[in-house]
């Protein structure tokens, strides 16, 4: 049986990869912290809308999360993505901002193309 912080996990990357705006936002502090790994950190709320703004649309993107791991305020969720005919690996490890109810405060994204599908 899922956890409530892996259920809130799973329903923010859904959430993150089909567009849905509001659950996305609510689920990120106003000082939130995104660091693409190898391309770019992104400080607060309305620069971490803005660089989500900018992906490119995710209409066909197909979502599979392996594995969520959480821990007291820490927590990593790691997968794949296909998009069209490109598939791309990915791990987030997450700091929330307080251990019960809390929401995401910092995120670390590890992201690779792969060659094979999803």
């Known amino acids: ?7 809130f996990l799973r329903a923010f990357n859904e959430a993150f990869i089909s567009g849905d705006r509001d659950v996305v936002l609510a689920s990120v502090t106003d ?13 607060g709320k309305t620069a971490f809308e803005n660089a989500w703004n900018r992906m490119p ?3 066909e993107a197909k979502l599979r999360i392996d594995t ?13 993505i296909q998009v069209g005919e490109k598939t791309y690996a990915f791990c987030d490890t997450y700091r929330f901002n307080q251990f019960k109810d809390g929401i995401i ?10 060659r094979e599908g999803i």
């Open 1 to 7: 049986m899922a956890t409530a912080k892996e259920n």
């Open 31 to 43: 000082d939130v912290q995104w660091h693409l790994i190898g391309m770019e950190k992104i400080e």
């Open 57 to 59: 649309p995710q209409d």
């Open 68 to 80: 969520i791991i959480t821990h007291g305020v820490t927590a990593a969720v790691e997968g794949k």
């Open 105 to 114: 405060k910092q995120i670390h994204s590890f992201i690779i193309e792969q």
